[in-house]
């Protein structure tokens, strides 16, 4: 099956400086790589996502970037905020069809120093 | 967008009984919900796939009569954890996929058991 491995799990970063979050992956078919934002006591939430047809995307200050042949995949966030300090999980899967779910990294805790 | 409902939030119950915990589709059907475990500092885990009308896939090491999953709608699925004891005291999260092949996935808010 799949295996993800995220690292560091703890990142603490000064405000306004840039957050960098790396995984790699095992299963060469997984072709789906989302992110998510858990704050304490909450469910995780999708903040970004790619697929493996592309080798970037950006959403304002988020970005994630995949390299299919090394099997890994990022996320970057630049100008952080007191915000953005939460759990961020990095997850894997194979689309089209099936049953099956994600396979996630085991999360990196970001402090943003003010 | 698509939002999953989760109750409660957090439940209290003595060890020996049992607590059902509900997981909602508010503006989509869900086919397919997944049921995740996760301790204090460490990822989500994987419990099981629950699919609409069928019975539950659970994943290796997680006992079926222990964690009992319905998913009778296209709306709803159910966890309940039977007799319950202490060690099963975690934050237990569900998730729910749009559609067969999504695998966009909205997850609900967790809900924290402790089990006394």
């Known amino acids: 099956g799949e295996n993800v491995e995220q690292h560091p799990s703890t990142l603490s970063v000064q405000e306004g400086d840039s957050a960098v979050i790396k995984c790699t992956y095992s299963?060469?078919?997984?072709?789906?790589f989302p992110w998510y934002k858990q704050e304490l006591g909450k469910g995780p939430q999708l903040i970004i996502d790619i697929r493996s047809n592309v080798g970037e995307k950006k959403d304002q200050r988020i970005a994630v970037t995949l390299n299919k042949t090394a099997k890994h995949f990022s996320l970057h966030i630049t100008e952080t905020q007191p915000e953005d300090s939460a759990v961020y999980f990095c997850?894997?899967?194979?689309?089209?069809?099936?049953?099956?779910?994600?396979?996630f990294g085991k999360g990196t805790h970001l402090i943003i120093q003010p | 967008g698509a939002v999953v409902s989760q109750h409660p939030s957090w439940v209290i119950c003595k060890s020996g009984t049992s607590v059902k915990i509900e997981c909602r589709s508010l503006d989509f059907q869900a086919t397919t919900m997944f049921w995740y475990r996760q301790f204090p500092k460490q990822s989500l885990m994987l419990m099981a796939t629950?699919?609409?009308?069928?019975?539950?896939?659970?994943e290796q090491g997680v006992e079926k009569d222990k964690f009992l999953i319905n998913h009778a709608s296209l709306t709803l699925s159910t966890l309940t954890v039977t007799s319950a004891h202490p060690e099963d005291s975690s934050f237990y999260i569900c998730?729910?996929?749009?559609?067969?092949?999504?695998?966009?996935?909205?997850f609900g808010a967790g809900s924290r058991l402790t089990v006394l």
């Open positions: 997850a894997a899967s194979r689309s089209g069809g099936g049953a099956d779910g994600l396979t």
């Open positions: 299963d060469s078919a997984s072709n789906y």
């Open positions: 629950s699919n609409e009308g069928s019975k539950a896939t659970y």
């Open positions: 998730s729910a996929r749009q559609g067969f092949g999504a695998n966009v996935l909205t």
